[in-house]
């Protein structure tokens, strides 16, 4: 027997990427070279494409998706516990696939699910608007966990109140003497960045930019970026890391200079991850409740009648964070003061 024809056959047989057939099999914008092109495609091969069609209903199968950018971090892996926590008590499997944050992936995952009638969708989105308008052209039930995608307010979400979390992490340090405070973010964390400024202000602090770094999601990325930023900024007194892979880089780096830990730089990681105890000092952390999250989102999305996509704006479910102290900070050098060399 011939194996099935699927969405990505016709992306590679048209040239063009898995969104743009979802797109243009569900009715949405494209240029008319391209849907041309796509449609012959999928003439040729004969693809039927039962979740994206008019069927899409009669079709469903249940279940439910998850999406997430990488199963080996800690943080995720937690999320994705909590959906199948949820998912298994209400007796409904899950289909789990890895996004790697890149929307051509997301859209090829989200592709897959339609193929295989999934009725609903738990995603920590990469934050693209492309890859979600097939999907709820479509009539998949969608929610967010832990970030949003842009354009997609009115799409239920259940975040990590991440602006309680910063502005109490930047408080601790000030309070400790710290004025020279950075922080060291990545993608999808537009909102701690925006807490950390609006904290300092708030705190009658100056910011400086040249304190405010970004890493891409790999470890030579954030270790590059922690690592520009103690060579560069000698005279900063402590570092908040915008997650656990950036805080990891954070303490590499820091043991690479031969910088100690909180004596010439105090450091606080958000997301607490069980290495975070081991090392020497145990690291303070801004603990998001991650499982819970995903729990919460899994609740969310199965209570949600198949087909009910979007309505008005939904304000996201805030879920606490909670500042865990350890022995990673200590009291802010003094203005001139220098690290031993």
């Not at 020279?180 to 701690?192: D, T, V």
């Not at 996201?316 to 990673?328: A, C, D, H, Q, Y």
Request: net charge neutral; charged share 25%; hydrophobic share 40%.
């Amino acid at each position: 027997m011939r194996a099935r024809t699927t969405i990505k056959d016709v992306a590679e047989a048209a040239g063009v990427g898995v969104a743009t057939v979802s797109r243009v099999l569900s009715g949405g914008s494209a240029s008319p070279q391209t849907r041309e092109r796509v449609l012959a495609a999928a003439a040729q091969l004969d693809y039927r494409p039962s979740a994206l069609g008019r069927n899409l209903r009669r079709q469903r199968t249940g279940g439910i998706g998850l999406l997430v950018p990488d199963i080996t971090d800690p943080f995720y892996a937690r999320v994705a516990d909590g959906v199948l926590a949820c998912a298994r008590a209400a007796g409904e499997p899950v289909i789990m696939g890895a996004t790697g944050d890149d929307p051509e992936s997301e859209s090829e995952v989200i592709g897959m699910l339609l193929e295989q009638g999934v009725d609903r969708v738990v995603a920590v989105p990469s934050g693209a608007t492309e890859p979600w308008a097939p999907a709820v052209r479509a009539g998949l039930t969608v929610v967010f966990a832990a970030r949003h995608a842009v354009g997609f307010d009115d799409i239920p979400a259940v975040m990590a109140d991440e602006r309680s979390g910063i502005r109490t992490a930047v408080e601790y340090l000030v309070g400790l003497g710290h004025r020279r405070i950075a922080h060291l973010g990545g993608h999808g964390q537009g909102q701690r960045t925006a807490a950390f400024r609006d904290t300092l202000t708030a705190l009658g602090l100056p910011v400086d930019e040249e304190l405010i770094v970004f890493g891409r999601p790999a470890r030579d990325s954030a270790y590059a970026a922690a690592s520009g930023l103690f060579q560069n900024r000698p005279d900063l007194t402590a570092v908040i890391a915008g997650s656990n892979l950036l805080g990891e880089a954070a303490v590499l780096a820091a043991h690479e200079l031969d910088l100690r830990v909180p004596r010439d730089v105090s450091l606080i990681m958000f997301d607490d991850v069980p290495w975070a105890e081991l090392c020497a000092p145990p690291l303070t952390v801004i603990a998001p409740p991650a499982r819970d999250i995903g729990y919460r989102a899994a609740e969310l999305v199965l209570r949600t009648p198949p087909g009910r996509g979007r309505g008005g704006r939904s304000r996201p479910v805030k879920m606490p964070t909670e500042l865990i102290v350890r022995g990673s900070c200590g009291p802010g050098r003094q203005r001139g003061a220098t690290r031993r060399s």
